[in-house]
């Protein structure tokens, strides 16, 4: 088989295992998009614990949503103080 064979075969199976893992991402209500959960993915196979990895994305999420909050806070502060 020609080398580009196999990598396009190669590519194949590996869009097939992320759109799997995507599937079950979804039904586990996780809000993984392919993209992240893509980068996760390889973040793995390069020897990222995953345990750390999926702590180190629930603390992002944590601080996201915080940030979010403050600044929905400071915004509403900022149109009462105009009134």
Same mark, same amino acid.
């Given at each position: 088989?020609?080398? @580009?064979?196999?990598? @396009?075969?190669?590519?194949?199976a590996a869009q097939?295992?992320?759109?799997?893992?995507? %599937?079950? @991402?979804? =039904?586990?209500? #996780?809000?993984?998009?392919? *993209?992240?959960?893509? =980068? #996760?993915?390889?973040? =793995?196979?390069?020897?990222?614990?995953?345990?750390?990895?999926?702590?180190?994305?629930? %603390?992002? *999420?944590?601080?996201?949503?915080?940030?979010? =909050?403050?600044?929905?806070?400071?915004?509403?502060?900022?149109? *009462?103080?105009?009134r």
């Open positions: 088989m020609p080398p @580009s064979n196999d990598r @396009s075969e190669k590519q194949a097939l295992a992320v759109d799997i893992l995507h %599937e079950i @991402s979804t =039904i586990l209500n #996780c809000h993984l998009d392919r *993209r992240t959960l893509s =980068i #996760c993915i390889s973040m =793995i196979e390069n020897g990222v614990n995953p345990e750390a990895l999926a702590t180190a994305v629930k %603390e992002l *999420r944590n601080e996201a949503q915080e940030v979010q =909050i403050e600044a929905a806070g400071a915004g509403s502060s900022s149109t *009462r103080a105009r």
